[in-house]
């Protein structure tokens, strides 16, 4: 069964550093998404991304935050100065254009981002 | 705006017994309606979804789920638990006609304990 593939599985980094979270969606899907989870809280969208283009995003998603398909397979969340508050899992997740059988979102395992 | 809302944070419920988890939702038109299970340390996997028709849905693993629209309600539900179901559930909501973000709205999840 296809998957969303996400690495690192786990990062920790020092506050004011960059991080890079990758995905790689499943191939045939034309819709990506970026979720988070802070530890015990719900899951929160941040970001979608269509056409090569951000289609919407979330309060959450500052200019701290941006999101690359750089090559056609990969998709990257880049924290540019990283906060404490960030520390969370963040997901990504992809989903086939189409009817609305099409209407699943596929999500990775997820990156656990520790921000000491 | 979209919500959900999944009012128990933990359900338990002995092996062999029914189980219900409960999910409300708010939307200004027609819902697409979704369970999702994660398991420690994994993603978020699709369990069922209703988009429209039969209000009662059945997806993976022998789970079932009722659509209510008086009750804005979709609980998530199964004849006979199994200890390999406790899990965190959510519950998730997206509108029709939402354009080409497709996002879901997350509830804070419910954590399904079954005892032997």
């Known amino acids: 069964e296809p998957e969303v593939t996400q690495t690192p599985s786990h990062q920790v980094t020092q506050m004011g550093q960059e991080v890079i979270l990758r995905c790689v969606p499943i191939s045939n899907h034309l819709y990506f998404y970026w979720y988070r989870q802070i530890l015990g809280q719900k899951v929160e969208f941040l970001v979608s991304f269509y056409n090569n283009e951000i289609s919407e995003k979330s309060e959450i998603f500052d200019d701290q935050f941006s999101v690359e398909r750089p090559d056609g397979s990969n998709f990257t969340l880049k924290i540019r100065s990283t906060k404490l508050e960030d520390s969370a899992m963040y997901f990504c997740?992809?989903?086939?254009?189409?009817?609305?059988?099409?209407?699943?979102?596929?999500f990775g395992a997820g990156s656990r981002l520790t921000v000491l | 705006a979209q919500s959900v809302a999944q009012p128990e944070d933990q359900v338990n419920v002995a092996e062999g017994n029914p189980l219900t988890v409960k999910c409300t939702y708010s939307v200004s038109g027609n819902p697409y309606l979704f369970w999702y299970v994660q398991y420690p340390n994994r993603g978020l996997q699709f369990l069922l979804k209703y988009i429209t028709g039969d209000n009662l849905v059945k997806g993976s693993y022998g789970f079932e789920a009722e659509f209510n629209k008086s009750q804005t309600s979709f609980h998530l539900k199964k004849p006979s638990a199994l200890v390999s179901d406790s899990a965190l559930y959510f519950c998730?909501?997206?509108?029709?006609?939402?354009?080409?973000?497709?996002?879901?709205?997350f509830g804070q999840g419910t954590t399904l304990q079954v005892k032997p």
């Open positions: 997740a992809s989903r086939r254009q189409g009817s609305s059988g099409a209407n699943v979102l596929t």
């Open positions: 998730a909501v997206r509108e029709h006609g939402s354009g080409n973000t497709g996002k879901l709205i």
